[in-house]
Nanobody
Framework: QVQLVESGGGLVQAGGSLRLSCAAS????????MGWFRQAAGKEREFVAA????????YYADSVKGRFTISRDNAKRTMYLQMNSLKPEDTAVYYC?????????????????WGQGTQVTVSS
């Protein structure tokens, strides 16, 4: 079973940047495709970004394309989300997730393992 721990959230002004990290316990981390999701207060959880097991392919929600960058370091068993040009509408709890197999997915139900989430708050 994969345990995931997010970190790096916080309070930032609009236009600022944050870098989220997701550390995995599993030594076979490199065999999992990974994703970032977020959930704003009163809203459903939504897809943000995903990356294949090797990191060779990435995919983004339209709302973050060009502002966010997903990456991973398999040697460190860690995934990252660099968030630039943050907007108040990016405010949410951000979750990392892992799914077996190398291909990414935008579907929440295709991810088997989830972290506890980290709060990102963007002030205007």
């Amino acid at each position: 079973q994969v345990q995931l721990v997010e970190s790096g959230g916080g309070l930032v002004q609009a236009g600022g940047s944050l870098r989220l990290s997701c550390a995995a316990s599993e030594r076979s981390f490199s065999s999992y495709a990974m994703g970032w999701f977020r959930q704003a207060a009163g809203k459903e959880r939504e897809f943000v970004a995903a990356i294949t097991w090797s990191g060779s392919s990435t995919y983004y929600a339209d709302s973050v394309k060009g502002r966010f960058t997903i990456s991973r370091d398999n040697a460190k068993r860690t995934m990252y989300l660099q968030m630039n040009s943050l907007k108040p509408e990016d405010t949410a709890v951000y979750y990392c997730a892992a799914r077996s197999g190398g291909t990414y997915s935008t579907r929440i139900y295709e991810y088997y393992y989830w972290g506890q989430g980290t709060q990102v708050t963007v002030s205007s």
